[in-house]
Every structure is written in structure tokens, then in C-alpha cells.
């Protein structure tokens, strides 16, 4: 995959999953195109055994997220708050905008 319809920053639901991280909502922080997969806050918590690298560094286990492939969540709008689709407009100067399905609000 080389393009995704997420960017960082979106606000995403996840549409799968087991009962504790279903349709919550979370901020992108991270996106890897090259992969297809997100990392969104909040979601798909994992712990990690974390050796110190140099001093003062923490160690222990630590919990972080995990990422999730981008066909697993859904954009956000901002003015429905609702999960939709996402279309693309085409000017006539060659710019283009993101648009919801629903509403027709540009991101």
C-alpha cells in the first residue's frame, strides 16, 4: 500500500476488534503507508519488557500502543460526529480536499 485516507491528527473509530477496543474514538498519531497500518491513541495497548538504553532511561514494563491496519478504522467527522467515508474533491487549480460522505464537510 502507498496511500492511505488517513493522515495524522484525524480523530478515527475502530470498527474491529475484541469488546474493549471496538468503536472507541482516538487521535492519529502515526501513520506508516508503506506497512498500511496506524498507531492511534489509546488503542490496541500493549505492554512492553523495556531495557534502560543509557542512564535515566526507564525500564520495566511499559504500555504503549500498538499499530492497527488503516482498513480497521474509520474517519471521524468533525461537524457530525459520526464514522464516514471519505471522498476527495478536485479543484480547477489542481488542489485537492477531503470531504465527509455524509454531511459534505471538508476536513
Not at 505492554?47 to 511499559?62: Q, R
Request: charged share 35%.
Amino acid at each position: 500500500m502507498s496511500k492511505l485516507h488517513i493522515k495524522t491528527g484525524d480523530t478515527v473509530v475502530l470498527l474491529t476488534g475484541d469488546a474493549k477496543d471496538r468503536n472507541k474514538n482516538g487521535k492519529v498519531l502515526e501513520v506508516s503507508p508503506k506497512e498500511g497500518k496506524v498507531i492511534v491513541e489509546g488503542i490496541n495497548k500493549v505492554k512492553k519488557h523495556v531495557k534502560p538504553k543509557k542512564a535515566g532511561d526507564p525500564s520495566g514494563i511499559i504500555e504503549t500502543e500498538s499499530a492497527v491496519y488503516a482498513c480497521k478504522v474509520q474517519l471521524v467527522c468533525p461537524k457530525c460526529n459520526k464514522p464516514t467515508r471519505v471522498g476527495v474533491k478536485i479543484y480547477e487549480d489542481g488542489k485537492k480536499d477531503r470531504y465527509c460522505k455524509k454531511c459534505g464537510e471538508t476536513f
